[in-house]
């Protein structure tokens, strides 16, 4: 097939899959609209205290029954009732739906690729494309997995909705033809850098939406009220925790990127730092990061002050993403913009 | 927990309670102890972290020298009342600036201050054995205890073999079995912080001993590794110019290749420098096909190649009808279609200097927004010239650029209707000067390519200390150092009294593992019942 074709196929692709992806959106909207009342199931912060008594009395010898870890809150909430079997229902073609989309996605991306002869993320219209994707991919992978003390379906419209947003800005904004590389992008790096540097904001995206979660929580979780579909979501607690896991996760890769990244540069312009402002925001969202897992080891940071500082960071790298690359001058001006 | 062996699995400063404030009066070996605790506290760590971040801001925002020094002119021109502030601030050189030193200097102090005791601490830790059981094992985050149906002996030795499967370190006590494992992720956390060091020093080291070069080469033309070769040098204190790599660069030609449809028109596709090198004055000569991210590799100094443009070449006669000036004029292009500004200056000319100014347009056109190039390429060479008559002024000794016209002490030559003289040249054509002072020919156009000369002796420390930082990083984060101790107890008939129980070093964190990694010790030992249970009081760190 001539490039052209599979470029145009690439569009289709792409398309379609947002289509589908706004599909899914209504679908997790739908499920949190159908959640039952809070009072039958939100009453982690006891349940919680109450395991630690079981732990702490004499009959956890033998007699004591095998009680859920806090966090293996179930992903429905045990109730039974009419509106929880719908929005369970409703939620179960959200993720049939996701699972489309990013196989249209998948498509898109690869079919771009292929048009063009070179690894999909040359300039700001294909990364956000493939970004989106790695944002769906990581979460398409934590469902995948089905760990009961992470449950993330709740995070469904947390992560479409960014998904659609992101390749609506794509497609209106940001769309450059399929077409060769600038001589500067034309290096093995490019697949190394780059593709680490998706993957991590894939994996931030996701600690992103999990921080806002645990934070929204945290706060009902005090007042001991809020809408109902915030009580199909797991508890403060489990959330903190999980999104700790992605930012962990994610922060070596951002490293990994970096480097790789300074290693490209020295290959390219003869230094390996030079505080180009690219770099100096990669730099800047590194540090960040660096202080949120500093802060979750120091006392009266913990919770929700090393939460705030995990969506500065992402901030951050929003800011690297879009301001940096559009509208400040420097050496990383790839966007194929205007 | 006030037990000796559940207290905290860490060998990190305890940072638990607010420091106390100086006392009133102290004495300043008291107050440089103090000062010292405070530099060296977590809090005191992540602020400057903060401050780190904060500081690399405007960096990014205010034009900077050491990296676009004609933006910087530009905005120091824009903004006349602002920038001497900015001066003074150092806000148009953040990263070499004295605040930003002091910042990640006091960082790295703060570092050095924290790493050193927790070698010390951890290379202890890693030569103890692990520490006896606590007494009461209830009290720990994951505990699950059972009767089972053989002597202890026989399950403590069960036990003892299963952790020692599980690579834990293992000692067996009389009634119990005291487990440890995942001293690296302490490893791995002072390897991470001392790499930052490594890299800080590395990086100065390049600072120090290396050099970055530009210069600008015509095709057919070439230059040598010597200071007066470059037409922009920098370099550390500790440079020594007798140590440049003794090699002759020539340009024998520069292709280029655009986007020529599209919405991406005129976009660059490739370029490729040919090079002939000679690495010493006694070498063969070679060739090298230098592109962007090919670098020319010689004896540890890499030549790049950054940037390309146009020089056309001119002839000019004076008023005598003498050829004063023949030869290839480099051109700086403005914009993405290398629409080109330069100047010809002639010294030689007579009665008085000559100098031209103007465009070099490789397709050119001239519409309202005057003389332009629409495509990159040469499609249509044109150089559109004004000339002038008068003093140079590149005898007075004050340093002049050679891509500006000092036109001060020069007239303006004009056309018959007293409007500046122009011309439009395409190659072949000549401007013919008025009242017989002399002419200019546009011949034809070379190639040029900006190509940038570096020396970085730190950077393969710098790589290696960036590796390290990355693996001291994964082991921080991904070993889970984990305590783990069973006890058994005879609980008469040959049946004993089990009790499992587990700490974690970040027991936040790792709760889940932790849990998981018990019900495996304990389905191991025969027990398939209740699990463990899991406290969420007593969060370690």
Known sequence: ?338 | MTDAATERLTSAPQAESEPPGPPSAMRPAELVRWAWRQLTSMRTALALLFLLAMASVPGSLVPQSGIDPVRVAQFKAAHPGLAPWYERLSLFSVFSAPWFAAIYLLLFVSLAGCVLPRSKAHWRAMRAAPPRPPRNLERLPVHVGWRAGRDPASVLDEAARELRSRHYRVVRHEDAVSAEKGYLRETGNLLFHTALIGLLVAVAVGNLYGYKGSVLVVEKAGFSNTLAAYDSFSHGAGFDEDKLAPFTVELDRLRVRYQATGDQRGAPRDFRATLSYQSAPTAATRRYALRVNHPLVLDGTKVFLIGNGYAPIFTVRDSTGEQVFSGPVPFLPQDGNNTSVGVVKVEGATPEQLGFQGFFLPTGTIDARGPISTYPDLLLPTAVLTAFRGDLGTGSGVPQSIYKLDTRAMTQFTGPTGKPLAGALRPGQEMVLPDRQGSIRFDGVRRYATLQVAHDPGKSPALLAAACALLGLMLSLFVKRRRVWVRATAAGGGRSLVEVAALARVEGEDRDGLHDEVTGVVSSLGHEGAGPTTSTIGEED
């Open chain 1, 1 to 338: 097939m001539a490039g052209e074709t599979l470029a145009q196929l690439s569009n289709n692709l792409l398309y379609s899959s947002m289509a589908v992806y706004a599909g899914a959106m209504y679908c997790y909207a739908a499920e949190m609209a159908f959640a039952p009342r809070r009072q039958q199931t939100r009453a982690v912060p006891v349940a919680e205290r109450s395991m630690a008594t079981v732990a702490r009395t004499p009959t956890a010898y033998d007699a004591a029954p095998r009680t859920a870890v806090d966090g293996g809150r179930a992903p429905a909430p045990p109730t039974g009732t009419h509106g929880t079997a719908r929005a369970d229902r409703v939620g179960r073609v959200g993720v049939a739906l996701t699972v489309l989309a990013f196989a249209l996605h998948l498509g898109a991306v690869v079919a771009r690729g292929l048009s063009a002869g070179r690894a999909p993320w040359g300039n700001m219209f294909e990364f956000s494309t493939a970004g989106a994707l790695a944002v769906t991919t990581v979460f398409l992978v934590l469902l995948a997995r089905r760990d009961p003390r992470y449950p993330v379906r709740y995070l469904g419209l947390f992560v479409v909705g960014p998904v659609l947003l992101t390749l609506g800005l794509a497609v209106t904004v940001l769309y450059t033809d399929s077409e060769q590389l600038v001589p500067a992008l034309k290096s093995v790096w490019l697949v190394i850098h780059v593709t680490a540097a998706i993957i991590a904001s894939g994996i931030l995206t996701l600690g992103f939406a999990q921080t806002i979660c645990y934070l929204v929580q945290d706060r009902l979780e005090r007042r001991g009220d809020g809408p109902a579909f915030m009580a199909r979501f797991p508890s403060a607690a489990a959330l903190d925790r999980a999104a700790y896991r992605m930012h962990a996760f994610a922060f070596p890769i951002w490293t990994f990127a970096v480097i790789a990244g300074a290693i490209w540069a020295e290959n390219a312009w003869g230094r390996y730092w030079g505080w180009d402002p690219k770099e100096t925001w990669a730099f800047i969202t590194w540090v960040v990061y660096a202080c949120y897992l500093h802060a979750r080891a120091t006392a009266g940071w913990r919770g929700r002050k090393a939460a705030y500082i995990a969506l500065l960071g992402y901030g951050t790298f929003l800011f690297n993403y879009l301001v940096v690359n559009i509208f400040l001058v420097g050496l990383h001006s790839y966007a194929g913009v205007g």
